[in-house]
């Protein structure tokens, strides 16, 4: 539910009767803001659609574009982690454009994500589902039912607010787990804002029972903690000190997300999560896997790797997978440094080919070597 409209002004309609040098000044104005935008001036582009709105106070098409303009520009804030303007940019855009999917469905998601409001959530959903283009529908229909759960399962939960966080848990018995884990979130966050250089705003963290867990997260029995744009994780596994390495990994998949969006590929995803984990004892079995990561015997071309997460065989698949991601994004790093692995990112981020991105950034490294373990 990020797609952007972008730019797409429709051309500006005028009635038969209104004065030539109001029309010239409202086409005017609109042709202003698109420039503005472009340089991504959005307060003054929706300046200008504002003054030419009140010039053609009855032009649906003056009215329409300046709810897009807005659409955009809470998009924008919200990537920066500013959600009380961005929700108020949204809100706006559906006043001037009640058909406008695209910000209903983020105002659904900040709802969902930022606030914990499930119903407000499932309100904006449901009128953003007939509204967004097809092929963004069942993607929203899989949101509005595990919101539906999570309002179920944390009809009575407490909440613990930090500056960056809003960490849920079941009752009071969780209560120390929940300072825990916002006090670790919080000395994470600052650091990994400081790494990556953006402040994503506020981050949900929900400590589970272990039966909830599973059941909302469907997730294989080995999995302790994941990220679907708030960060799931089990009271037992807080309780016995194993949050130190499992939430600054998920928090990672969170700013990466936020950051860059949905275009990264997995291995990227957990080669980074894993970096910001800190060092921990791993089985015979776990170092016999790396080993054979390292010589090679047990890579996998970096562009199937992906699969050995979504669809593993068995376990050994997982952890030779995790193993695998681990090693290539830290040889990057160690090599090239956070500079140009952001690069690498945002290249990604923005569409061009993870092949492109990476022979751009990493010359004269080249993924088609790289990709197969080769790293010289």
Request: net charge neutral; aromatic share 10%.
């Amino acid at each position: 539910m990020t797609r952007h409209l972008g730019l797409a002004l429709i051309l500006l309609s005028f009635p038969l009767a209104a004065a030539a040098d109001s029309a010239q000044s409202s086409t005017d104005l609109n042709n202003l803001a698109v420039q503005k935008a472009k340089q991504g001036n959005f307060p003054e582009a929706i300046a200008a659609l504002e003054q030419s709105l009140a010039l053609a106070p009855a032009d649906a098409i003056v009215r329409k574009n300046l709810s897009l303009m807005l659409t955009d520009y809470g998009i924008r804030l919200q990537k920066e982690g500013d959600a009380q303007k961005a929700t108020a940019l949204f809100l706006k855009a559906v006043e001037h454009f009640p058909e406008n999917g695209l910000a209903l469905a983020h105002l659904g998601n900040l709802y969902y994500l930022d606030r914990n409001d499930f119903s407000a959530a499932l309100a904006y959903w449901r009128r953003a589902y007939p509204l967004v283009p097809p092929s963004e529908r069942e993607p929203l229909a899989n949101r509005m039912q595990q919101a539906e759960r999570d309002r179920a399962v944390e009809r009575n939960f407490l909440t613990r607010t930090t500056p960056h966080f809003q960490i849920r848990y079941a009752d009071a018995s969780g209560g120390p787990a929940a300072a825990r884990a916002g006090d670790l979130l919080e000395q994470r966050y600052k650091n990994l804002a400081g790494e990556l250089g953006t402040n994503p705003g506020v981050i949900t963290a929900i400590v589970y029972s272990r039966g909830d867990f599973q059941r909302l997260s469907n997730r294989p029995d080995w999995a302790v903690g994941f990220y679907d744009g708030r960060i799931r994780v089990r009271l037992e596994d807080v309780d016995a000190g194993r949050e130190v390495w499992i939430l600054p990994h998920e928090l990672a998949h969170a700013f990466l997300h936020k950051i860059y969006g949905t275009r990264l590929p997995i291995w990227i995803h957990e080669g980074y999560a894993q970096a910001q984990e800190p060092a921990r004892q791993i089985s015979a079995r776990e170092e016999a896997l790396a080993g054979a990561v390292r010589d090679r015997t047990g890579w996998v071309p970096l562009q199937w790797l992906d699969g050995r997460f979504t669809q593993p065989g068995n376990q050994d698949d997982v952890d030779r997978a995790y193993a695998q991601a681990k090693a290539a994004v830290g040889h990057l790093l160690e090599k090239n440094g956070m500079p140009k692995f952001k690069a690498f990112l945002e290249k990604i981020s923005k569409g061009k080919p993870i092949e492109q991105s990476f022979d751009e950034v990493f010359a004269p490294m080249r993924f088609s070597r790289f990709s197969q373990g080769s790293w010289e």
